[in-house]
């Protein structure tokens, strides 16, 4: 028998010298080109069956397209292949594959080009956002009265820079819809947990308190699991800074609103109360800065402090405290009456 190529007398391997057969040799076969799957409008790939967002298409992605797509010869013992980007032309990748391996006892070594392309597709993130898909609602409200346009604006505002921060490690951190009711605005966000985050920085900002409820929506059949969407509610306080409040049988004028409490001069004893946002529906708005009215006080005694009642100039007796020291016969002050009890503002 000889060699079908040189017609050597050697030992054959099929139908070949042993140098004839490693010079035909092929270590693996390659395809026309290789693919890998990138959204087409976040580039997340897909990455053995699971979508990843590096941002990039980094050398591993290219590294799995080539790797599965190839076929080693199974004469080839001891593989090792590596995979380098060459060129990048837009959606096509340039790439080489070295390959090393054993065969016949002598180790082979050989570079193959290949194409690697990428193919488009959606991933399931943004196939949720252009469906409109939400699986909550921050619903903003004000209690008792209309929202302000101003603090619309500034919800507006505060949601978009959550929004913004919150995308970059969650990509249903977005508004799908924004909805203006008569009752306030709905802003329909495709993630629960970023939801719920915004509205709990919401009444940090703005005060207020958070109401959260929430309704089976669907059934997910691979996971065998109701689907839930939430409302959350944001209900502005109904009073604001320097507005009147009624609570526990005091009046107080707002000093502050905070994120867990809200503080308050309380018109009886003059001193500063902190309320907590769980005492809010105990409370009352009674009045604001322009119920405030000027009087004369008309005596002074070291107990009693005596003003025209605004609204009928008869004469009222206040009792007198501390802060109230600074107050002189025939000083204008300014006052408030509030369930027909005259408070003066100290200043
Ligand atoms: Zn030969
Ligand atoms: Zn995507």
């Known amino acids: 028998m000889f ?35 990138a959204c087409s409008h976040c580039g997340a790939t897909l990455k053995h069956d699971k979508w990843i967002h590096t941002g990039y298409y980094d050398d591993e992605i290219i590294n799995d397209a080539i790797q599965k797509d190839i076929t080693v010869n199974k004469e080839l013992k001891d593989v ?11 959606t096509v990748y340039d790439c080489m594959i070295h390959v090393y391996g054993q065969v016949l006892d002598e180790y082979l070594e050989k570079d193959y080009p290949i194409e690697v392309k990428v193919e488009k597709g959606v991933c399931p993130d943004c196939s949720k956002f252009y469906s409109g898909y939400y699986e909550a609602v921050i619903q903003l409200r004000a209690d008792d009265r209309k929202l302000e346009d101003e603090e619309i604006a500034s919800a507006d505002e505060f949601i978009s820079n959550e929004i913004q921060r919150l ?18 605005v709905d802003y329909q966000v ?6 719920h985050k915004i509205a709990e920085n919401m009444q940090k900002q703005f ?9 089976i929506v669907g059934h997910d059949k691979s996971k065998s699991r109701d689907l839930y969407r939430s409302w959350i509610s944001v209900r502005l306080p109904s ?11 005091n009046i107080l004028k707002i000093e502050k609103i905070g994120s867990h409490k809200f503080v308050g001069l309380n018109l009886r004893t003059y001193e500063n109360e902190s309320i907590s946002w769980k005492e809010y529906d105990k409370i009352k708005k009674v009045g604001n800065t322009e119920d405030i009215k ?16 605004p609204d009928n100039y008869m004469t009222v007796d206040l009792k007198k405290n501390k802060e109230l020291n600074f107050i002189n016969i025939g000083q204008e002050i300014n006052v408030i009456k509030l369930k027909n009890e005259i408070y003066i503002i100290s200043e």
Do not use: M, W
């Open 190 to 195: 495709g993630s629960h947990n970023a939801a």
């Open 167 to 184: 995308c970059k490690t969650n990509k249903l951190a977005y508004v799908s819809e924004r909805i203006v009711l008569k009752e306030g």
């Open 80 to 90: 090792e292949i590596t995979t380098e980007i060459i060129t990048n032309r837009g």
């Open 239 to 249: 009073f604001h800074k320097n507005d009147f409040i009624e609570y526990k049988d």
């Open 3 to 37: 060699c079908l190529l040189c017609n050597s007398e050697e030992k054959l391997y099929d139908g070949l010298c042993k140098s004839c057969y490693l010079k035909e040799f092929e270590l693996i076969e390659v395809p026309e080109y290789a693919t890998f799957t």
């Open 207 to 215: 005060g207020g308190i958070i109401t959260e409820s929430r309704k």
């Open 294 to 309: 000027t009087t004369t006080v008309t005596n002074v005694t070291p107990t009693e402090i005596q003003v025209l009642d």
